[in-house]
């Protein structure tokens, strides 16, 4: 399976922040979109930095509450591991473990294309398990 294949059943939306927005902001589009992390990019297609709960929760260790109205920029990470859609989904799933990452931006063509976070690679394997035992299943049933 590639990262395509992910993306056409989870959608290619992107939750992007300003580097420029304020941590109050960041919150608030992690809460509003229910998510774990943000692109940072100042276009929506130009990837920044990502920022994330784990940022946010070191930021406040460092800053106290004065970091809600600094820049996301002050905050998130900025050398940003990415996939392309043609990349495996095994793959990845390694990268992620390795790395302890649990988003990654798919980028296409230098643009952003997507996210796909560890829950998108985890449901996939899951998916393609409960495929495998269905099919074998009905295999052992005709036998």
């Known amino acids: 399976m590639r990262i395509r294949d992910l993306l056409r059943s ?3 939306a992107v939750a992007t922040v300003r580097p420029d927005a304020t941590v109050r902001d960041l919150l608030a589009a992690l809460a509003e979109h229910n998510i774990g ?3 940072v990019s100042p276009d929506g297609a ?3 930095g990502i920022a994330s709960e784990r940022d946010v929760v070191r930021g406040l260790h ?3 509450a004065d970091l809600l109205g600094r820049p996301v920029s002050e905050i998130m990470t900025a050398e940003v591991r990415t996939c392309a859609p043609d990349d495996a989904v095994d793959d990845l799933r390694r990268t992620m473990t390795r790395h302890r990452i649990r ?3 798919v980028v296409a063509d230098g643009r952003l294309a ?3 976070s560890i829950g998108d690679v985890v449901k996939s394997a899951i998916d393609e398990l409960e495929s495998e035992r269905e099919y074998l299943v009905g295999y052992i049933q005709r036998s």
């Open 46 to 48: 130009a990837i920044a």
């Open 114 to 116: 997507g996210i796909v």
């Open 62 to 64: 460092r800053h106290g």
């Open 37 to 39: 992390a943000v692109v």
């Open 103 to 105: 988003h990654l931006p």
């Open 10 to 12: 989870k959608g290619t």
